[in-house]
């Protein structure tokens, strides 16, 4: 049996990590919180933008899925995983998800979050691009990534699914397809907008390409936003789990405790009463 | 003030309401130079320079927000500005 000052000192590092995953719970189910509103707040934005954008009598081919851009005939993978670690096992599900798709011949693929490049370095597998994820409760800057998969022909977007506290799943979405998915759930306008009766400046093109832009920015932002909180979530129940773990090590630290206690005490008891016997021997034998 | 003489103005980020609510004039600068909206103003639309600065003039003061870039709508009387997309 261990010494019971080893199992008290123990005790006192299991209550530490006990206190740490109770502060990073807390911190996951606030991040949760705020982000959830976050992602309310930007479906307001983008229904608002885009019933401007319907209203503007711009040519239907033109639209967002006309795209006009450069092909180079590849795919693109693009990636959103965690920044850190303590988040479960979601990034790892995650890779194992994209890995099934990947083919190295035809697609590319651009990592968000050093957690994913992290796990796919150690796959052997290649990327073209490492993005940081920022930070979920600013506004989300995803101009460069943009850039970076502008040329491809499609474009895969790989991320974790918030359903609920408690669930996260692995999501995939076509990006351009998200945009007409996002502008169903938005109302439709009644309003018409045209050159006639509404000055335009510079053009009515140019503010067209704007929208456009905003709302892609907006799709992907998104994305990246709600894999923030299916990290969140996943963060707060492994943490759950490490804390009531180590509230199960901690009872049973106390308990050994008291039983080593009890055992040293006994044992203490026992020496003193074969000392006193051998001192009664002792005694009568003189 | 006359509630007729009065815009409706809505600023918002994806991720923030900047105002809400009636002004009297909305200041913003364009590729063409600084323009003011005003109750009565024509049907427009326009794309806010980047890093340029609005001003809501509202009846107790006049809010100042910076914005990297933007779009402005004017329509009868409502003006929505989308900042920092």
């Known amino acids: ?286 | 003030m006359n509630q007729n003489q009065l815009l409706k103005v809505q600023a918002r980020a994806p991720f923030e309401i900047y105002y809400q609510g009636d002004a009297y004039s909305v200041t913003a600068t364009n590729k063409v130079g600084t323009f003011d909206i005003l109750p009565g103003h024509a049907d427009y639309f326009s794309i806010i320079d980047p890093n340029s600065e609005v001003i809501i003039g509202t009846e107790k003061e006049d809010i100042n927000i910076s914005a990297s870039n933007g779009i402005v709508c004017v329509r009868d009387d409502e003006v929505l500005l989308f900042l920092n997309i």
Do not use: C
């Not at chain 1, 990636?79 to 988040?87: D, K, R, V, Y």
């Open chain 1, 1 to 286: 049996m261990r010494r019971p000052n080893d199992i008290k000192k123990d005790t006192e590092e299991i209550e530490t990590v006990e206190d740490l995953t109770s502060v990073f719970e807390s911190l996951a189910s606030t991040q949760v919180a705020k982000i959830k509103n976050k992602v309310l707040m930007s479906q307001e934005f983008f229904n608002l933008l885009w019933s401007k954008y319907t209203a503007l009598r711009v040519d239907d081919d033109k639209r967002i899925t006309g795209g006009g851009h450069q092909d180079n005939g590849r795919n693109v993978y693009v990636i959103i995983s965690a920044e850190a670690g303590l988040s479960g096992d979601i990034d790892q599900r995650l890779i194992e998800t994209v890995l099934r798709d990947y083919d190295p011949k035809t697609t590319d693929i651009v990592v968000l979050g050093s957690h994913g490049a992290q796990q796919l370095m150690q796959r052997g597998v290649g990327y073209i691009r490492y993005f940081r994820v920022p930070m979920t409760d600013s506004y989300v800057n995803v101009g460069p990534v943009i850039e970076t998969i502008r040329p491809y022909r499609h474009v895969k977007v790989y991320y974790e699914e918030y359903i609920s506290l408690g669930a996260q799943d692995i999501k995939t979405i076509d990006l351009i397809q998200q945009i007409q998915t996002m502008t169903k759930d938005a109302p439709d306008s009644a309003e018409v907008i045209s050159t006639q009766e509404t000055i335009f400046e510079p053009s009515l093109d140019e503010i067209a390409d704007i929208m456009e832009e905003a709302m892609l920015t907006l799709a992907f932002a998104q994305a990246i936003l709600e894999s923030g909180l299916a990290q969140d979530a996943s963060r707060f129940n492994a943490m759950a789990v490490a804390k009531k773990r180590a509230m199960e090590l901690v009872s049973q630290y106390t308990l050994e405790y008291h039983r080593s206690k009890r055992a040293e005490n006994d044992r203490r008891m026992r020496e003193v009463m074969i000392s006193l016997k051998r001192k009664e021997r002792v005694r009568t034998d003189a």
